[in-house]
T-cell receptor, first 109, second 117 residues
Framework: GQNIDQPTEMTATEGAIVQINCTYQTSGFNGLFWYQQHAGEAPTFLSYNVLDGLEEKGRFSSFLSRSKGYSYLLLKELQMKDSASYLCAVRNQGGKLIFGQGTELSVKP | DTGVSQNPRHKITKRGQNVTFRCDPISEHNRLYWYRQTLGQGPEFLTYFQNEAQLEKSRLLSDRFSAERPKGSFSTLEIQRTEQGDSAMYLC???????????????FGSGTRLTVV
């Protein structure tokens, strides 16, 4: 079967750091993606991990452990505009992305 | 290239009517995907094409749904005899196939929001 779990919602304060976790069980693994989606808009690409370890990209970092079926997205120096849904997605061997339900992040002043 | 384009952006239809949505992918992308997304959920896979061939359809896709990509460029998604449960955002995405490089993630269109009344 295929299952991707992430928290439904999180709240954090402007300027702080937040970590959004994602665990997955999928038949075949060919990379893990994080997307950001603002309300009513299309998902936009944030990060990609295919090997274990940390990928850093400005204020955003993503970590992957394939043996644990675990990833996290780390957002630093939070800004109000970071309030959005964050989608964890696993790509299977055929190239298809399977998405989690998304984590709704609210950044408070 | 202006990215992935979807039309219309919004569609309101009466239950029982047929609707058709269009997606124009990034021109050099040979893969095209359709997803459905409801409020508070992640995108749910419907079907995908490599060039003009439809390679996979979700078991969730009933017989009322059909998709085409006749020339391997734009694609259409048709829903026949719409039901209120079909109300959702329909997202199209395109990508290169696996032979196209290491990071062949999706580029999404802005979606078509369908409301069935």
């Amino acid at each position: 079967g295929q299952n991707i779990d992430q928290p439904t919602e999180m709240t954090a304060t402007e300027g702080a750091i937040v970590q959004i976790n994602c665990t997955y069980q999928t038949s075949g693994f060919n990379g893990l993606f994080w997307y950001q989606q603002h309300a009513g808009e299309a998902p936009t690409f944030l990060s990609y991990n295919v090997l274990d370890g940390l990928e850093e990209k400005g204020r955003f970092s993503s970590f992957l452990s394939r043996s644990k079926g675990y990833s996290y997205l780390l957002l630093k120096e939070l800004q109000m505009k970071d309030s959005a849904s964050y989608l964890c997605a696993v790509r299977n061997q055929g190239g298809k992305l399977i998405f989690g339900q998304g984590t709704e992040l609210s950044v408070k002043p | 290239d202006t990215g992935v384009s979807q039309n219309p952006r919004h569609k309101i239809t009466k239950r029982g009517q047929n609707v058709t949505f269009r997606c124009d992918p990034i021109s050099e992308h040979n893969r095209l995907y359709w997803y459905r997304q409801t409020l508070g959920q992640g995108p749910e896979f419907l079907t995908y094409f490599q060039n003009e061939a439809q390679l996979e359809k979700s078991r969730l896709l009933s017989d009322r749904f059909s998709a085409e990509r006749p020339k391997g460029s734009f694609s259409t998604l048709e829903i026949q005899r719409t039901e209120q449960g079909d109300s959702a955002m329909y997202l199209c995405a395109s990508s290169l196939s696996e032979s196209g490089g290491a990071n062949y993630g999706y580029t999404f269109g802005s979606g078509t929001r369908l409301t069935v009344v």
